[in-house]
């Protein structure tokens, strides 16, 4: 049994943690020269354009998340976050430039 005051603490604040609202994220449209999966996954370098086939279309893209990438897709590690990280940086609105890797010294 929840004590009244926690149970007001939740009616004020509302759940705190929502983890099927947090994985619902937007699909914005493509915009510039960026049409399509292939062309934004070609525009972020580091080989990435390989994995094109294995995402069906545009919302695919931006709806998928690290775990279905790796089991389902096959894509690995570094590939997986790179292609997150640019995600999000497209839904923020930067548009997709390579980023070299460092060189190792």
Request: cysteine-free; aromatic content about 14%; hydrophobic content about 15%.
């Given at each position: 049994m929840l004590s009244s005051k926690l149970y007001s603490s939740i009616a004020r604040t509302g759940v705190r943690?929502?983890?099927?609202a947090a994985t619902t994220k937007s699909v914005p449209s493509p915009r510039g020269n960026?049409?399509?999966v292939e062309s934004f996954l070609k525009?972020?370098?580091?080989?990435c354009e390989d994995f094109a086939s294995k995402f069906e279309n545009w919302e695919q893209l931006f709806t998928t998340n690290s775990r279905v990438m790796k089991n389902d897709m096959g894509i690995d590690t570094k590939a997986r976050k790179y292609i997150l990280s640019w995600t999000?940086?497209?839904?923020?609105?930067?548009?997709?430039?390579?980023i070299s890797l460092p060189k190792k010294k």
């Open positions: 943690y929502s983890h099927h960026i049409q399509d525009s972020i370098g580091r080989n999000e940086r497209y839904r923020k609105g930067v548009q997709p430039y390579a």
